[in-house]
């Protein structure tokens, strides 16, 4: 397959913010995006949300699952436990990792629930956690990385990236790596180890510009949660490489949660928030429905093995053609690789 233009979009020099080639720029990321949510609207209309099926149980087995205070992360936590898993919900929110564990404890005092502070926006808070796990000296069965946010205004976290490349992808990408030897370790032929990364139909309308991962050029919200979401599905497929040439027991799918009732939509435009209200109640899926994609590829006994797919409503589907791009994947390895220090 031929590899996409690593070219940016807008051309240099950048017209003054009246320039047709600056408002394309902005206007086709949008388009592209709210054309994928149509279509993810028109399937959700007529198919019924994936319904799990039932689960073995996972005593004795650890999850890390980030994000996991609210939405679908804390479903997926709570379903994790309810299965008798070990679970660690990662989070920047102290306060609500701690209403977290309280509920999930209430529904059963046997279950095992606790909050460990990390903020993905930080690599030093990414680098210190993945530490204070690996001192405990607990396995690691599946890695959820579930956190993440949308449509955030241009903004660059502590360590100087565009703000939904470091919190959706890189800080994952450092953490999985951090924690990569003790999945392995913990995986076994015929009881894998396994890693979920949260992705989206959005990833469809995303492009990967490698001069340009911060978007400091034309920088467009929509543009940049597109890209994250494609370098989830990207990383997704080379790490799965890596891994099955190594021999290890260890398998790594990305998840599409499909359109969901959360507070990712909270940055939307006015007028956005108040057309897509009345839609989420008819339309959207539960953050419980939405969380059993990645509950299935956490635990589900027919994914033993599988790894390197793109599971949508409980089926493996075909991701964009880019994400195939076997050179690109490579390539933002290794960018990824530099800008975390690996």
Known sequence: MQAPSRTH???APLPGPGGGMWLLSVLVPLLRLYLCGIKVLIYQMF???FKLPVLPRQDGRVAIVTGGTRGMGFETARHLASLGMHVIIAGNEKEEGAAAVRRIQEEGSERKAEFVFM?????????NFA?????RRLPLHVLVNNAGTMMVPERKTEDGFEFHFELNYLGHFLLTNLL???LKRSGRGGRCSRIVNMSSATHFAGAIHLDDLNRSICYSSHG???QSKLALVLFTYYLQEQLTA???????????PGMVDTALYNNLWSLAQAMKKPVAKILFRTPAEGASISVYAAAASEMEGVGGCYLYNGQKMQSSPPSY????QAELWKKSCQLVGL
């Open 325 to 328: 791009d076997s050179e690109l």
């Open 224 to 226: 940049a949660y597109s």
């Open 47 to 49: 198919n019924k949300s």
């Open 9 to 11: 979009f807008c051309g």
């Open 246 to 256: 190594g021999g290890f027991p260890v398998i790594t799918n990305a998840v599409d």
């Open 131 to 135: 530490q204070a796990f690996k001192q």
């Open 119 to 127: 903020d993905l926006t930080s690599l030093k808070s990414v680098r």
């Open 180 to 182: 990569l030897d003790a």
